[in-house]
């Protein structure tokens, strides 16, 4: 019987030398039974400060924790490690790269809840999970479902931001069920998860609000200084590839 591994990392910083310092996660069968884990780990890397600004996690709070690969959530996350279960995140390429940095080498099936929030939702402004949490009104429901695992939520706390994608999640599947009714949600999210998205108009920069082919058509120079310049996300990488070769 698959299990359902939903997790959350923060971090000391978002660059090549920054390590995981708390996991949050949510551990589901098919019954329902749910397993929460909320664990700070130490780091010998310094919390940056842009870091502590966004999850509130400063030096006193790791002090004397065990190192990321000792806590239980590691040892659970390497336990269910095939490719019966599932590993869910938001943004799940900066999670999974973060694991990977501890020694984790994966074999479940992976999904990623922002890039199937961009198929399955294309007409949202944005997907953030903060962004969802209020678009969707999972608020509403977040404080019942967070009394049954005795979970405080928080924004960008990763126990906090796991509740609200569990709730997320059951939309993800009922989406998935209005819109491919002929396949098995789960393994939708997961061929989701594997297919870039084609982003219609971009959400910053000098452009924000505009269409990207029209972009391309216009100004084709900044969309290739843009590749070769900016930190982009796979699918705006995706996209602006394929814009450019039309």
Same mark, same amino acid.
């Given at each position: 019987?698959?299990?359902? /591994?939903?997790?959350?990392?923060?971090?000391?910083?978002?660059q090549? +030398?920054?390590?995981?310092?708390?996991?949050?996660?949510? @551990? %589901?069968?098919?019954?329902?039974?749910?397993?929460? =884990?909320?664990?700070f780990?130490? !780091?010998d890397?310094?919390?940056k400060?842009?870091?502590? +600004?966004?999850?509130?996690?400063?030096?006193?709070?790791?002090? *004397?924790?065990?190192q990321?690969?000792?806590?239980?959530?590691?040892?659970?996350?390497?336990?269910?490690?095939?490719?019966?279960?599932?590993?869910?995140a938001?943004?799940?390429?900066?999670?999974?790269?973060? %694991?990977?940095?501890?020694?984790? +080498?994966? !074999?479940?099936?992976?999904?990623?809840?922002?890039?199937?929030?961009?198929?399955?939702?294309?007409?949202?402004? =944005?997907?953030?999970?903060?962004?969802?949490?209020?678009?969707?009104? #999972?608020?509403?429901?977040?404080?019942?479902?967070?009394? &049954?695992?005795?979970?405080?939520?928080k924004?960008?706390?990763? @126990?906090?931001d796991?509740?609200?994608m569990?709730?997320f999640?059951?939309?993800?599947?009922?989406?998935c069920? +209005?819109?491919?009714?002929?396949?098995n949600?789960?393994?939708?999210? /997961?061929d #989701?998860?594997?297919?870039?998205?084609?982003? &219609?108009t971009?959400?910053? *920069?000098?452009?924000?609000?505009?269409d990207?082919?029209? /972009?391309?058509?216009?100004?084709?120079?900044? #969309?290739?200084?843009?590749? !070769?310049?900016?930190?982009?996300d796979?699918?705006?990488? =995706?996209?602006?590839? &394929? %814009?450019?070769?039309?």
């Amino acid at each position: 019987m698959p299990k359902y /591994v939903l997790f959350d990392t923060e971090t000391t910083g978002n660059q090549e +030398e920054d390590r995981v310092i708390q996991f949050g996660a949510m @551990i %589901v069968d098919q019954t329902g039974a749910v397993e929460a =884990y909320d664990e700070f780990c130490s !780091s010998d890397v310094e919390i940056k400060i842009e870091a502590m +600004e966004v999850h509130n996690i400063t030096p006193n709070m790791i002090e *004397g924790k065990p190192q990321a690969t000792q806590t239980t959530f590691y040892q659970k996350l390497l336990e269910l490690n095939n490719e019966e279960n599932y590993l869910i995140a938001h943004n799940i390429s900066f999670d999974m790269g973060m %694991v990977k940095k501890e020694g984790f +080498e994966n !074999s479940y099936q992976l999904i990623d809840t922002l890039r199937c929030a961009k198929h399955l939702y294309p007409d949202m402004p =944005y997907h953030r999970l903060q962004y969802l949490r209020y678009a969707l009104e #999972l608020y509403k429901t977040e404080e019942q479902e967070a009394a &049954k695992h005795n979970i405080t939520i928080k924004a960008h706390d990763a @126990i906090g931001d796991v509740l609200v994608m569990k709730l997320f999640l059951s939309k993800l599947v009922m989406k998935c069920r +209005e819109i491919y009714p002929d396949y098995n949600p789960m393994e939708k999210l /997961v061929d #989701l998860t594997r297919t870039p998205v084609f982003i &219609k108009t971009f959400k910053f *920069g000098k452009y924000r609000g505009k269409d990207i082919q029209e /972009v391309a058509s216009q100004d084709a120079g900044y #969309l290739n200084w843009m590749k !070769s310049n900016m930190d982009l996300d796979e699918d705006l990488k =995706y996209t602006l590839d &394929k %814009v450019l070769s039309n």
